[in-house]
C-alpha cells in the first residue's frame, strides 16, 4: 500500500462548485504540505502544517482553504473554484531534520 | 515569486552523452533538494545537500552545493533512457521546512 494517497485522483468540475481533495499518510510524519503544478512553474506552494494545530500559508493560498483533520489526514478545499485553478495537486508528507519530502500519486482537477 | 530558475528548461540527448542541470538563485537556502518526477506520479527526492559547497554522488548522478549556497548543479554522466524525467531542485528557507520549487527540467534520453 501507497504511504501517501490522494482522492480523487481526478476530478472535473465547474466554476463556482466547492472542491476537496484528500490527502492521507501512513507515515506517521507531522509535517504536511500542499502543492500545486503548473507547466514550467514546478511545484507552489499553497499551504501546510506541522502539526495538528499548525496550518500556515504558502505562495498562493488565496482561494484555497485547509483542514488537518488528524495527523495522518490533510484536506484541501477550492471554496469556488475558478478556470485558472486546473492544475495538479500534490500532497506530501515529511519529518526529520533532512526532512525528505514523500509525495502523493496526484490529483489532476480541471475546472471548466 | 519565483526564486529558483533551472536551466535548461528543456534537454533532449543521446543515450551515452553527459549533462548538467543548474539550479540558481539570488537567495540563500539552509539545504537544497533534487527531485526526479516521472508522468503520473510524485516528485522522489535523489539527494539532499547542506553544506556549502558539498558534493554528492548517486551512481552517475554528481550532486553539487554552491559554495554560497545559493546555486546547485546536478551532473549525469552517460545518460541511460531510464534517466528520461522531470528534475526539480528544492530549497529551504531560512532553516524551515518549506521549501520552494525551482521551474524544473524536462530531461529526454534516446536511445
Known sequence: DADVTQTPRNRITKTGKRIMLECSQTKGHDRMYWYRQDPGLGLRLIYYSFDVKDINKGEISDG??????????FSLSLESAIPNQTALYFCATSEGSLDTQYFGPGTRLTVL | TQLLEQSPQFLSIQEGENLTVYCNSSSVFSSLQWYRQEPG?????????????????????????????????????????????LYLCAGAMGGTYKYIFGTGTRLKVLA
Not at chain 2, 59 to 75: I, N, W
Open chain 1, 64 to 73: 484555497y482553504s485547509v483542514s488537518r483533520q488528524a495527523q495522518a489526514k
Open chain 2, 41 to 85: 506520479e510524485g516528485p522522489v527526492l535523489l539527494v539532499t545537500v547542506v553544506t556549502g559547497g558539498e558534493v554528492k554522488k548517486l551512481k552517475r548522478l554528481t550532486f553539487q552545493f554552491g559554495d554560497a549556497r545559493k546555486d546547485s548543479s546536478l551532473h549525469i554522466t552517460a545518460a541511460q533512457p531510464g534517466d528520461t524525467g
